[in-house]
């Protein structure tokens, strides 16, 4: 009997041991019943049943195939103790709270304590998110001026607020 008649034999009884176990239609496991089968057909003793050979090498290979799909998601998985762990936590502590209105009190106190133009320079751009475009066409100056006086805002604020950065 020639490989190829041995497929078409044992197609169907193949594919449906294949299902059962794994639950799905599975051609590449299919295919590596028959790989297994030519790379053993030497090691075949004629003291069983030729189909119930096959049959059992796609039993054992389909069992296989389940044990490494299991330890792949076991492995990609983690316990909820580790994930719930790794979130952070979103409560700000009361410290923190004080902290960030100094912080805000100090940047304030420091925009209003720049000269006029500059302070409405990082004003439109810092706070309200406006391009240098934007700002050019809105206060009639060129570009070049938008961008050094938004320098020099920014210098100057940077000197004042050292020890926050």
């Not at 041991?17 to 639950?23: A, D, G």
């Not at 090498?57 to 389909?62: E, G, H, M, P, R």
Request: charged share 35%; with cysteine; proline share 2%.
């Amino acid at each position: 009997m020639n490989f190829k008649q041995i497929i078409e034999n044992n197609k169907q009884h193949v594919r449906n041991i294949i299902r059962l176990i794994t639950k799905e239609t599975n051609e590449d496991l299919e295919q590596e019943v028959y790989i297994k089968v030519w790379k053993n057909a030497d090691k075949y003793t004629e003291c069983g049943n030729f189909k119930s050979w096959i049959c059992t090498i796609a039993k054992n290979l389909s069992k296989d195939y389940l044990k490494s799909a299991k330890r792949k998601v076991d492995i990609n998985s983690t316990s909820d103790e580790k994930v719930i762990n790794k979130i952070p936590d979103q409560k700000i502590g009361q410290e923190q709270v004080i902290v960030n209105e100094f912080r805000r009190k100090r940047i304030k106190k420091a925009i209003n304590n720049l000269k006029p133009k500059l302070k409405q320079i990082i004003i439109l751009y810092e706070i309200e998110g406006l391009s240098y475009d934007e700002i050019s066409k809105q206060l009639k100056v060129p570009i070049g001026t938008v961008k050094s006086r938004l320098y020099n805002a920014k210098k100057q604020l940077a000197e004042e607020l050292e020890d926050l950065m």
